[in-house]
Structures are given as C-alpha cells and as structure tokens.
C-alpha cells in the first residue's frame, strides 16, 4: 500500500476509479487542474511515493529531482516508447522509480472520427471556418470506394483506420517501421514514405508524440489535392512545408490544437480542427480507468 498518492492534474478517471484509489494509499490528493511549471509540480508532489499523471502536462528530472521519495508513476494516458512519454522514463528508472502506461483505450474514437471527417469531405459536409458550406471535394458527392488512402504509421490504431477503410473500399497502403505479414495478407501495401504521399490521395498520420516523419521533401512528393488526417497527439511534419502545403489546393484534419500544433492555423480555410480529444469518450474512460487500476494493483503485488 502506498503512503500518499498524488494526481498531478485531473485523470479523466470514472468517478468509481478515483474512489477506488483510495483502496491502494493511506492518503489520495486530486489537483482540479494541471501544473504550470516544473517547481509547480514538484510542490504538489511533495512527500508522496505515487504519482498520477495525464497526458496534458510534462514530468522530467527537473521536478522529480525535488521529490526523493517518489517509488511508482502511474501514466493514465497511452505510452509507447520512452521518447514519446510526458514522463522522463529514464531518468525515473535510473532512479528506482516504476513508471506505467496503458495502451488503446481511446483508439474506437479515433476510428470513427477518421471515418466521420473522410466523409464530410468527400461528401460535402462540411463547414468552413466562416461558417459557409464547403463543396465536396469533388465538386460532387463521393463515395470512399476506391480512395487510395495511405497510413503513416500501423500501429494498433493505425490497423483500426486501415481496416475500416478497407471495409468501405479503400485501397490501402502504409508506412511503418518495418513490413508487416498481417498487413500484407489482407492486401495492404508496403511503400517508403515518399512514394506513399505522392501516391495516395488521402493521407493519414498515426504516429506517437513528437515523431515527425513529413519534412519538406515529403511535402514536395505529395504535391497538391490531397487530404491529410493527423491522429496523434502532436503534429506529424514541420510546420514551415506544412504552411506552404496548406496554402495551396489541399485539406488538413486535426482533432485538437495540440496535433494542429499551432493556433495560426485554427483559422485557415483548408484546416477543419475541432479542438476536442476524439479519444475522450465513456467507453475510452472505463477503458482507462481499469487499466490505471489494474497497473498499480500490478505494481504493489511485487513490493
């Protein structure tokens, strides 16, 4: 049993979980909102052996530096690699510190909202910033069938989008970090990430935070008449090629600021961006908030 457990910042936990915490430490502490500065955080972890944290604020040596008796962080947001974390994983494990994360619990969400703003596109449902009808991208309405959509990045929500589409006729190819045998029996493509942008017309990124894989030369391949689809939780290109791209006849679909990356674009004509987390649904949150659970019962039946 821990001592004090802290949640850094709220958890997007179901009311049962967060009552639930209190099984696991003698004391449990809510913060209603997140940190704003690394010696913020440090204060409000304070004496505490757990910390819970989101996704929205960012905990690294600079914080955890302050708090020597810190032995577990439990991440209530998806965590992949250790380069892609909010958390300094190495420097917590060099420390002795346990950290874990959890994996689809809000993938069903990013699935849909793929499928949903496909088809506004491609038939002409959609709204223009200014609150003005926007055409079908073909100037008439289209049906997925026999778009060729490329995915940049097959993870497990990646195989989700793919698999969809496939399911309403699309032809698939995809980027990954290495060919995958399940991919190609169902017919998926394999192509370097150039040829994938230049030859799909709808392109759509499924990458973890902070990985870019679209610079400029991408940019320059994919060339015009294109729709793009950022899943992630940060953008997927360099922002200088992206506003020369956006400028010109093309499409981008972010769910929220964050995957945008900046609120220049929030604006632009050529951007949809709604400014809500696709993943955040009831279902993602019971998702969640058994495996946030399920961790720290994990963590303490090793102590």
Not at 20 to 42: H, I, K
Not at 89 to 106: E, H, K, P, Q
Not at 211 to 227: T, Y
Request: charged share 25%; net charge negative.
């Amino acid at each position: 049993m821990f001592k004090k457990i802290v949640a850094v910042e709220p958890l997007n936990l179901i009311p049962s979980a967060e009552k639930a915490l209190f099984d696991y430490a003698e004391e449990v502490v809510f913060y209603p909102n997140s940190p704003q500065s690394a010696e913020e955080m440090a204060l409000r972890i304070g004496d505490a052996d757990a910390v819970l944290i989101s996704y929205i604020s960012r905990l690294g040596e600079d914080a955890l530096a302050q708090c020597p008796n810190v032995k577990y962080i439990g991440m209530c947001c998806s965590l992949y690699t250790p380069e892609s974390a909010n958390v300094d994983i190495r420097y917590a494990n060099s420390r002795g510190i346990t950290v874990l994360g959890v994996r689809d619990y809000g993938d069903e969400g990013v699935v849909e909202y793929v499928m949903s703003e496909l088809v506004r596109c491609l038939h002409g449902f959609c709204i223009r910033n200014d609150g003005t009808p926007q055409e079908p991208w073909d100037g008439v309405p289209r049906e997925i069938t026999g778009t060729k959509v490329g995915i940049v990045g097959l993870g497990k929500s990646g195989g989700m989008v793919a698999d969809a589409l496939r399911f309403f006729g699309a032809e698939i190819s995809y980027f990954a970090r290495s060919e995958k045998e399940d991919a190609k029996q169902k017919g998926y493509r394999y192509l370097p990430v150039r040829e994938l942008v230049k030859e799909n017309e709808v392109i759509i990124t499924c990458l973890n935070r902070g990985v870019v894989l679209l610079h400029e030369e991408e940019f320059e391949a994919m060339g015009d008449r294109k729709i793009l689809i950022n899943t992630g939780l940060s953008p997927a290109w360099d922002e200088e090629p992206f506003e020369k791209w956006i400028e010109r006849d093309n499409r981008c679909y972010c769910d929220t600021l964050i995957a945008l990356g900046n609120e220049k674009f929030l604006t632009h004509p050529n951007v949809h961006c709604m400014q809500v987390s696709v993943g955040r649904t009831r279902q993602a949150f019971v998702r969640l908030s058994e495996k946030v659970l399920a961790n720290i019962e994990n963590y303490l039946k090793t102590q």
